[in-house]
Protein backbone atom coordinates (compact mmCIF):
# COMPACT_ATOMS: atom_id res chain seq x y z
CA UNK A 1 0.00 0.00 0.00
CA UNK A 2 2.95 2.40 1.07
CA UNK A 3 4.27 1.60 -2.32
CA UNK A 4 1.03 2.22 -4.40
CA UNK A 5 0.80 5.64 -2.66
CA UNK A 6 3.84 6.74 -3.45
CA UNK A 7 4.73 7.70 0.18
CA UNK A 8 8.79 7.78 -0.71
CA UNK A 9 7.63 10.87 -2.25
CA UNK A 10 5.82 12.07 0.44
CA UNK A 11 7.62 15.03 2.31
CA UNK A 12 6.64 13.33 5.69
CA UNK A 13 7.92 9.88 5.11
CA UNK A 14 10.32 9.93 2.64
CA UNK A 15 13.00 8.01 4.58
CA UNK A 16 10.60 5.81 6.77
CA UNK A 17 9.61 2.23 6.05
CA UNK A 18 6.43 1.00 3.94
CA UNK A 19 4.67 0.06 7.26
CA UNK A 20 5.93 2.97 9.28
CA UNK A 21 4.91 5.83 7.14
CA UNK A 22 1.52 4.29 6.57
CA UNK A 23 1.34 4.22 10.47
CA UNK A 24 2.65 8.42 10.89
CA UNK A 25 0.19 9.26 8.06
CA UNK A 26 -2.99 7.19 9.93
CA UNK A 27 -2.17 8.82 13.08
CA UNK A 28 -3.69 12.00 11.25
CA UNK A 29 -5.83 10.02 8.68
CA UNK A 30 -9.94 9.65 9.32
CA UNK A 31 -10.64 5.58 8.90
CA UNK A 32 -14.17 6.34 8.66
CA UNK A 33 -13.58 8.20 5.46
CA UNK A 34 -13.09 4.56 3.54
CA UNK A 35 -14.52 1.69 4.81
CA UNK A 36 -12.57 -1.49 3.77
CA UNK A 37 -14.62 -4.92 3.94
CA UNK A 38 -12.42 -7.73 5.74
CA UNK A 39 -10.56 -10.37 3.64
CA UNK A 40 -11.83 -13.66 4.40
CA UNK A 41 -15.14 -13.22 6.12
CA UNK A 42 -16.66 -16.18 4.80
CA UNK A 43 -13.89 -18.39 6.42
CA UNK A 44 -14.04 -19.50 9.55
CA UNK A 45 -10.58 -20.15 10.70
CA UNK A 46 -7.32 -18.81 11.64
CA UNK A 47 -6.05 -17.98 8.70
CA UNK A 48 -4.59 -14.22 7.33
CA UNK A 49 -4.71 -13.19 3.86
CA UNK A 50 -4.47 -9.62 2.81
CA UNK A 51 -4.64 -10.55 -1.05
CA UNK A 52 -8.38 -9.18 -1.09
CA UNK A 53 -7.60 -6.18 0.69
CA UNK A 54 -4.76 -5.20 -1.09
CA UNK A 55 -6.86 -5.35 -4.29
CA UNK A 56 -9.65 -2.90 -2.53
CA UNK A 57 -7.43 -0.42 -1.70
CA UNK A 58 -5.96 -0.46 -5.11
CA UNK A 59 -9.01 -0.04 -6.28
CA UNK A 60 -9.94 2.79 -4.25
CA UNK A 61 -6.45 4.60 -4.97
CA UNK A 62 -7.25 4.52 -8.66
CA UNK A 63 -10.79 6.03 -8.32
CA UNK A 64 -9.11 8.60 -6.27
CA UNK A 65 -6.24 9.51 -8.73
CA UNK A 66 -8.97 10.12 -11.32
CA UNK A 67 -11.31 11.99 -9.33
CA UNK A 68 -8.54 14.37 -8.21
CA UNK A 69 -6.75 14.48 -11.95
CA UNK A 70 -3.83 12.93 -10.87
CA UNK A 71 -1.05 10.47 -12.46
CA UNK A 72 0.22 7.06 -10.66
CA UNK A 73 2.59 8.14 -8.21
CA UNK A 74 1.75 11.28 -7.41
CA UNK A 75 0.44 11.94 -3.91
CA UNK A 76 -3.14 12.07 -3.01
CA UNK A 77 -4.78 14.69 -0.70
CA UNK A 78 -6.57 12.08 1.06
CA UNK A 79 -3.58 9.96 1.62
CA UNK A 80 -3.77 9.95 5.83
CA UNK A 81 -7.45 8.71 5.31
CA UNK A 82 -6.31 5.80 2.86
CA UNK A 83 -3.77 5.03 5.53
CA UNK A 84 -5.75 5.20 8.67
CA UNK A 85 -8.13 2.83 6.69
CA UNK A 86 -5.75 0.05 5.79
CA UNK A 87 -4.32 0.30 9.36
CA UNK A 88 -7.40 0.09 11.14
CA UNK A 89 -8.74 -2.51 8.46
CA UNK A 90 -4.83 -4.68 8.58
CA UNK A 91 -5.64 -4.56 12.42
CA UNK A 92 -8.96 -5.89 12.64
CA UNK A 93 -8.21 -8.59 10.49
CA UNK A 94 -5.27 -9.62 12.58
CA UNK A 95 -7.30 -9.24 15.82
CA UNK A 96 -9.83 -11.60 14.48
CA UNK A 97 -8.01 -13.80 13.36
CA UNK A 98 -5.71 -14.42 16.57
CA UNK A 99 -8.87 -14.19 18.60
CA UNK A 100 -10.09 -17.05 16.86
CA UNK A 101 -6.77 -18.94 17.46
CA UNK A 102 -6.99 -18.77 20.96
CA UNK A 103 -10.32 -19.94 21.61
CA UNK A 104 -9.04 -22.63 19.02
CA UNK A 105 -6.08 -23.27 21.50
CA UNK A 106 -8.66 -22.96 24.61
CA UNK A 107 -10.94 -25.34 23.31
CA UNK A 108 -8.28 -28.30 21.93
CA UNK A 109 -6.62 -27.79 25.37
CA UNK A 110 -3.40 -26.61 23.60
CA UNK A 111 -3.15 -24.11 25.97
CA UNK A 112 -3.91 -23.39 29.44
CA UNK A 113 -6.52 -20.44 29.96
CA UNK A 114 -4.64 -19.74 33.06
CA UNK A 115 -1.24 -19.19 31.96
CA UNK A 116 -1.89 -18.10 27.83
CA UNK A 117 0.40 -15.90 26.59
CA UNK A 118 0.11 -14.06 23.63
CA UNK A 119 3.51 -12.81 22.21
CA UNK A 120 3.57 -10.65 19.10
CA UNK A 121 6.71 -10.47 17.28
CA UNK A 122 8.21 -9.32 13.90
CA UNK A 123 7.82 -6.20 11.81
CA UNK A 124 3.72 -6.08 12.37
CA UNK A 125 4.56 -5.77 16.01
CA UNK A 126 6.41 -2.48 15.32
CA UNK A 127 3.19 -0.65 14.65
CA UNK A 128 1.41 0.76 17.95
CA UNK A 129 -2.01 0.80 16.72
CA UNK A 130 -1.77 -2.89 15.90
CA UNK A 131 0.28 -3.70 18.90
CA UNK A 132 -2.30 -1.76 21.45
CA UNK A 133 -5.66 -3.69 19.96
CA UNK A 134 -3.95 -7.27 20.52
CA UNK A 135 -3.05 -5.97 23.80
CA UNK A 136 -6.50 -5.27 24.73
CA UNK A 137 -7.33 -8.94 22.80
CA UNK A 138 -4.76 -10.64 25.23
CA UNK A 139 -6.27 -8.54 28.45
CA UNK A 140 -9.83 -8.86 27.37
CA UNK A 141 -9.39 -13.32 27.87
CA UNK A 142 -6.55 -12.92 30.53
CA UNK A 143 -3.14 -13.80 28.11
CA UNK A 144 -0.47 -12.46 29.15
CA UNK A 145 1.07 -10.49 26.60
CA UNK A 146 4.33 -10.64 25.66
CA UNK A 147 6.06 -8.28 22.18
CA UNK A 148 9.46 -6.70 22.52
CA UNK A 149 10.11 -3.01 22.76
CA UNK A 150 9.34 -1.83 18.73
CA UNK A 151 12.84 -0.78 18.49
CA UNK A 152 13.56 -4.97 17.96
CA UNK A 153 11.05 -5.42 16.14
CA UNK A 154 12.40 -4.53 12.32
CA UNK A 155 14.08 -7.43 11.51
CA UNK A 156 13.69 -10.97 11.97
CA UNK A 157 17.18 -11.70 12.17
CA UNK A 158 17.09 -9.15 15.51
CA UNK A 159 13.68 -10.82 16.68
CA UNK A 160 15.50 -14.15 16.33
CA UNK A 161 17.96 -12.92 18.61
CA UNK A 162 15.70 -11.84 20.92
CA UNK A 163 14.13 -14.90 21.58
CA UNK A 164 17.10 -16.86 22.26
CA UNK A 165 18.08 -14.18 25.12
CA UNK A 166 14.50 -15.19 26.36
CA UNK A 167 15.03 -18.48 26.21
CA UNK A 168 18.51 -18.12 27.71
CA UNK A 169 17.17 -16.04 31.02
CA UNK A 170 14.14 -18.77 31.32
CA UNK A 171 16.60 -21.66 30.61
CA UNK A 172 14.48 -23.21 27.76
CA UNK A 173 15.88 -25.24 25.07
CA UNK A 174 19.76 -23.39 25.50
CA UNK A 175 22.61 -25.76 24.60
CA UNK A 176 25.08 -24.69 27.08
CA UNK A 177 27.95 -27.04 25.44
CA UNK A 178 28.16 -26.77 21.63
CA UNK A 179 30.26 -30.35 22.09
CA UNK A 180 29.34 -32.93 19.02
CA UNK A 181 27.05 -29.99 17.03
CA UNK A 182 28.63 -29.64 13.79
CA UNK A 183 28.01 -26.11 11.31
CA UNK A 184 27.67 -26.06 7.90
CA UNK A 185 27.01 -23.57 5.67
CA UNK A 186 24.24 -23.74 2.98
Known amino acids: VARRLSLRKHPECHSMAGG ?21 RQYRNCDFSFSGLQNLV ?5 QKEKEEGIQEGEILSCVEDIAAAVQHAVAVHIIQRTYRAMLFCIKNSILSSKSATLVVSGGVASNQYIRKGLQTLADANDFAFLCPPPRLCTDNGVMIAWNGVERLRAGLGVLHSTDGIRYEPK
Open 20 to 40: KAIEHLAQTGNRQQHIFRLPM
Open 58 to 62: NKVIT
